[in-house]
């Protein structure tokens, strides 16, 4: 007998639950508890000891389950467990060298169950009150860590992991979900907090200040329109069934009763207004990161652009001109550095008019329908140059600005925004008075569509906030409210971007409740910027947006995750995050450098010859069993985990992304029953049917029954830093009868949303097949559980088609791929909105 090797490699040990988490037990499985580890080292010992109960240690045991990736395996243990609270803490020993790792698990019995419960605390300023400082007398600071949606930077929400001690003290606060650290709450608890505003108010909350009471949480008011009683609500909601989104819904819902929004209908824009098609379902392109972050755009440098995206035989869609296009003078509004918008035309530095530089792309790219520009709220940067001729027109006059609208900033220097600069007195914006403000942007716009824009990206919203006062309240609020009325007149609805936009109104008000837009929904750019040079960026990315939309989903706004670059900064692992959202799909290529098969797993070609983007119908969300888990920590450990539904194919889609910190370690999970019941909804479940997951990057498949227990390991998954993995979850269908065979429909396995091609699936029994109605050219891919195809014919669009079988190792069945092109389909009758694919059973004889 021949011994194994181990080979000489660092130990790397993660466990699951991880060390630092607070998880609960269940009372059917309160005698004992169950934890894994994952090594890769198959020679490791690996230990846990108890803080009570017997014995006091136990040893984890290697175990065999199906493996995706190489190079790591699982262990197992299980604990005797009391009812009382239990600190469990990890070592393991290799090379004969022991690691104790320091922070326990802390495992809660749950021996009774605490009734659901709702919070609510209305403010109301009175006429002449400008502010208030609230305390949340039933948010608990001792109770409850979590995740906590703070603004750390002017313009932009960020999710954070604190204990609520931590929560700051000058930052604001705009949303919490939370799970409780008292053993007094049932340990299944979710806890969401969620402070609303209004139009006459905003809220958000923070820690105690100097002067009042300690250990407490207090809501900020601040009053945004004069003389009238203003109301703000602070509502929370507590559940108890494990399932965190009940508890988010319950608050949302709370505070649209208060708002009586409950009953709105949230719509999308219009598919097509004013002759075009709305610009976020085509293949978009941005200047941006493209002709360089602060290189203003010229005549040279954008038909270079265009002719390098004709070249690629890109089909943009629509095209965004970003900042340096507009009239702009520097050092009007304070420092020398500060830019103020001089008037509505194209910057001299063009050498030609608006309307050529339109006819530059359009011209050069003939796929191009709609072209929109950038610029600010306040129309650049450093609002109107003072001595601008605008100035006069529309009656501007100075308005204050204020870092204490905002407090808690860290500022570093001039950084382009104007609170920024050394001196308060400088704090200055040019603008329109508020009766002005939608006669401005009416006229803006107007010169924009003589030119041939037809929308526009909005930025730097947020930092309207920064306007000090109740009159500049009131002007922030008629700024946007003018600004969006504007757009929908002259290039229709839903055709802004709104971006730099995290503040009340969007995340916590009338915007994102959809009173401002009488529920007609807006692009909203749902994190800061894809690749700036912060460490963890591109991870950090994917979190931000995947923990956003937990918020933004719910809400009249589509969420934006931003632009990115296919040949550059991990250009796959951020195109995939765009393939599972509703908005615009943005790249930003340096001339000459795109990869296209990163583009083209985004897109796809219907029967009409026309490309559009392959994007989910529902919004990406974090896969709500893992919210609690470290994802982002040091070493190997799990990754970032989010799930897609697809309801007409009976199926979803999970995503992982590698995110272990500065990219120094593979991600590492083990995939449960739990996962899979989550991402397909446990009120989805086909009755007796089985279902295949498909590890598309890995090629590789297993077969899972929705029978197993919610704790059954089903698989474990490395991913090396810098990469993704999308999983398939398909019903596995019996066709043919009594001796049929099981097929799995993948959908287009050579596009990211591989299910968002599928328009209809069905089984029919004359003759015996799985129908399958796709809207895209691609590959075609079914999963068959055997060996033996030769009972397997294809039909595509009625006439029989070859296919490419495949045999997985392992599984006893085969990978079929067929090719779906407008050539292959023209064989037979073309459907009217794609191409019908049969896979048939012939009877065995």
């Known amino acids: 007998m021949v011994s194994e090797v181990v080979p000489t490699v660092s130990p790397e040990v993660c466990f699951q639950p991880a060390p630092g988490q607070v998880v609960f037990a269940e009372p059917t499985t309160r005698t004992t508890f169950t934890i894994y580890a994952i090594s890769n080292r198959p020679d490791a010992r690996i230990n846990v000891s108890l803080s ?13 389950i199906p493996s995706i990736g190489s190079g790591y395996y699982t262990f197992k243990a299980i604990v005797e467990a009391t009812e009382d609270l239990l600190n469990l803490t990890y070592s393991y020993t290799v090379d004969g060298n022991t690691i104790t790792l320091d922070r326990p698990v802390t495992v809660i019995p749950r021996t009774c169950q605490t009734n659901e419960n709702e919070f609510r605390t209305v403010v109301e300023l009175q006429p002449g009150q400008d502010r208030a400082d609230i305390k949340i007398p039933w948010l608990k600071v001792d109770d409850w860590q979590g995740w906590v949606w703070v603004r750390p930077r002017n313009t932009w929400i960020e999710p954070r992991w604190i204990t609520l001690k931590e929560l700051p003290v000058l930052l604001g606060s705009h949303f919490f979900l939370l799970q409780p650290v008292n053993s007094t709450i049932d340990p299944a608890s979710s806890f969401c907090v969620y402070p609303c505003s209004t139009a006459e108010a905003t809220v958000h909350m923070t820690s105690a200040r100097d002067g009042e009471e300690p250990n407490t949480v207090y809501a900020r008011v601040r009053r945004t329109k004069a003389d009238s009683t203003a109301k703000v609500y602070v509502v929370g909601k507590i559940t108890t069934r ?35 098609l709305w610009p976020h379902s085509q293949l978009g392109f941005c200047t941006w990161s493209s002709i360089g972050e602060y290189v203003r755009p010229t005549n040279e440098n954008l038909d270079r652009l265009v002719k390098s995206l004709k070249d690629a035989d890109l089909p943009i869609g629509s095209f965004i001109i970003d900042d340096g296009w507009q009239d702009i003078r520097a050092g009007m509004n304070g420092i020398p550095e500060t830019k103020g918008l001089w008037s509505f035309d194209i910057w001299d530095g063009m050498n030609i008019s608006f309307r050529e530089t339109v006819d530059i792309i359009k011209r050069g790219l003939p796929t191009v329908e709609n072209v929109g520009v950038w610029m600010t709220l306040h129309g650049y940067w450093n609002s109107i140059a003072s001595k601008s001729p605008l100035v006069a027109k529309y009656k501007m006059r100075p308005y204050k600005l204020s870092r204490d609208c905002v407090p808690g900033l860290i500022y570093k220097g001039f950084e382009m925004q104007t609170c920024t600069q050394p001196d308060e007195k400088d704090y200055i914006w040019w603008l329109p008075p508020k009766e002005l403000a ?7 716009f107007s010169v924009c569509a003589a030119a041939g824009i037809t929308f526009a990206k909005v930025d730097d919203q947020a930092y309207c906030s920064f306007l000090a006062g109740v009159e500049g309240a009131e002007e922030a609020f ?29 995340f916590n008000g009338d915007i994102g409740m959809g009173l401002a837009t009488n529920g007609k929904r807006a692009v909203f750019r749902n994190t800061n910027d894809f690749g700036l040079p912060r460490p963890n960026v591109h991870r950090d990315h994917i979190h931000y947006n995947l923990m956003n939309c937990i918020i933004i989903s719910r809400m009249c706004l589509i969420p934006d995750a931003d632009m990115f670059m296919s040949a550059a900064q991990w250009p796959a692992y951020h195109a995939v995050l765009r393939a599972f959202f509703q908005g615009p799909l943005l790249l930003s290529d340096r001339a000459g450098e795109h990869d296209l098969e990163v583009i083209h797993k985004l897109i796809g070609r219907t029967r009409y010859g026309v490309y559009e983007v392959i994007q989910a119908p529902n919004t990406i969300r974090p896969l709500r069993s893992r919210i609690w888990e470290p994802t982002l920590d040091s070493g190997i450990g799990p990754s970032i985990k989010a799930v897609s539904s697809f309801p007409v194919a009976n199926a979803s889609s999970v995503i992982l992304w590698s995110s272990r910190d500065s990219a120094a370690h593979a991600s590492t999970d083990i995939l449960f029953a739990s996962d899979i019941i989550d991402a397909l909804g446990p009120e989805d479940l086909l009755p007796d049917t089985k279902y295949l997951l498909w590890f598309n990057d890995h090629r590789s498949a297993i077969y899972f029954n929705p029978s197993l227990s919610s704790g059954s390991p089903i698989a474990e998954i490395a991913l090396p830093p810098e990469t993704h993995e999308v999983i398939t979850i398909a019903p596995s269908y019996s066709i043919g009868g009594t001796d049929g065979i099981e097929i799995a429909c993948l959908g287009l396995v050579d596009k990211y949303a591989s299910l968002a091609a599928i328009t209809a699936i069905q089984v029919l029994t004359a003759p015996e097949c799985l129908r399958t109605t796709v809207t895209f050219e691609g590959k075609l891919a079914f999963v068959a559980k055997t060996i033996e195809t030769a009972r397997i014919q294809i039909f595509l669009n009625s006439a029989q088609v070859s296919y490419k079988a495949e045999i997985l190792d392992g599984l006893s069945a085969s990978l079929l791929t067929v090719d779906v092109n407008a050539g292959a389909g023209s064989r037979g009758a073309a459907d009217a909105i794609g ?7 012939i009877a065995s004889e």
């Open 478 to 506: 008629a700024l946007w409210n003018g600004m969006n009325k504007a757009a929908d007149e002259i290039f229709g609805e839903g055709r802004v971007i709104h971006c730099m936009a995290h503040y009340e109104r969007m």
């Open 242 to 276: 494990a399932d965190v989104f009940e508890s988010i819904d319950g608050a949302i819902g709370m505070a649209k009763e208060y708002l009586g929004t409950s009953n709105l209908r949230y719509e999308m824009p219009p598919t097509h207004d004013r002759g075009t």
């Open 438 to 444: 939608y006669q401005f942007w009416k006229d803006y």
């Open 835 to 841: 191409w019908t694919v049969d896979v048939c059973v």
């Open 52 to 64: 009570s109960g017997s014995p006091s240690a136990v040893d984890f045991k290697l175990i065999k």
